[in-house]
Each structure stands twice: as structure tokens, then as C-alpha cells.
């Protein structure tokens, strides 16, 4: 079954005016506009659970944080080769202190020491030129799309097989 199927049964309360007409239901995905034209309005599907912040917000907080990570990554490998000493104490520091928060992590290591410091200024110059000119944004879509295309084949493609009533031969 195509995708666009379960988009358009998802849309049917859009269809199906609720007797209670004027509540503003979140779920609904289209409205009129207030202007003299005829035309409707249709916004994007409605996420509940996220608070004030949109999926895509709470998924840039987590890339951010990734970002600092894979800087993180490249300072130590630079380091490593032309700089033991520097490399060995931002180890220790890795040791010590998580990387879960970027930002947070960046803060600590700046007031730990003025060679720390330093160290941090490198790691969020790199961050950021990672994230302008090296991450490739097209190609995260491209391959998030594509898992979630082979993960729901697949996970349906199991379940017809496993509820299906064919019998297998022993």
C-alpha cells in the first residue's frame, strides 16, 4: 500500500467537519483563510508532545550537539599528530566531562585553563566550519528518507509474513 494512502486517511477529519466547529482542533490540517478569496490554507501535519519547540528544532538541538562531537573528533586527531601534549590533556578532559551537551562541554573546557581555553576555541571554530561548509545537508535528507522508506517496507513486509495464514511446508 502506497504512502499516500495513510496521508489521506489522516487527513479525514479535515473531511468530516466534528460537530463542534468552533474549536480550533490542532489536527486539522487545512482552514480557511480569513481573506475574500475561496482559497484554504493547509498547513503542515500538527506533532503533539514537543512543547513550544517543532521536531525539526529539537532534531538541530541534537545535530548541534553532534556537530561538537565530530569537532571534537577532528581536534584530537589533528592534535594527536602534531601536538602530544595538548592531545593528552584534552583527553583527560574527555574522561571527565561528558560530551552530551556541546555547549555545556565548550564552557567547562574554556574555564578549566588558559591553554583549555584555547583548545575550545579551536573545537568551536571547527564546529562551526563543519556545519557551513562540510556537513552535507542534501545528502542527510536524502539518507533519512531513505531509512525510513526501507525501514517501513520492511517492517511491513514482517508482519504480512508473520500474520499471514499461508502455512510453511516442514
Not at 32 to 42: A, F, G, M
Request: proline share 4%.
Amino acid at each position: 500500500m502506497e504512502s499516500s494512502a495513510f496521508l489521506t486517511l489522516s487527513y479525514l477529519p479535515s473531511v468530516h467537519p466534528s460537530k463542534h466547529r468552533n474549536r480550533v482542533y490542532p489536527f486539522m490540517p487545512c482552514k480557511h483563510r480569513s481573506s475574500k478569496s475561496s482559497r484554504i490554507h493547509c498547513q503542515k501535519m500538527y506533532v503533539p508532545g514537543f512543547g513550544e519547540a517543532s521536531p525539526e528544532a529539537k532534531a538541530a538541538k541534537n545535530l548541534h550537539n553532534f556537530f561538537t562531537y565530530v569537532a571534537v573528533r577532528i581536534v584530537t586527531a589533528q592534535l594527536e599528530s602534531y601536538n602530544t601534549e595538548a592531545y593528552e590533556e584534552l583527553m583527560e578532559f574527555l574522561d571527565r566531562h561528558s560530551l552530551n551537551d556541546g555547549d555545556k562541554f565548550c564552557a567547562s573546557l574554556m574555564r578549566e585553563s588558559s591553554r583549555h581555553k584555547t583548545l575550545a576555541m579551536r573545537i568551536l571554530e571547527v564546529r562551526s566550519a563543519y556545519c557551513k561548509n562540510d556537513f552535507e545537508w542534501d545528502n542527510l535528507k536524502r539518507l533519512a528518507v531513505k531509512m525510513v522508506d526501507e525501514s517501513n517496507t520492511r517492517l511491513m513486509r514482517d508482519y504480512v509474513s508473520e500474520t499471514s495464514s499461508v502455512e510453511k511446508e516442514k
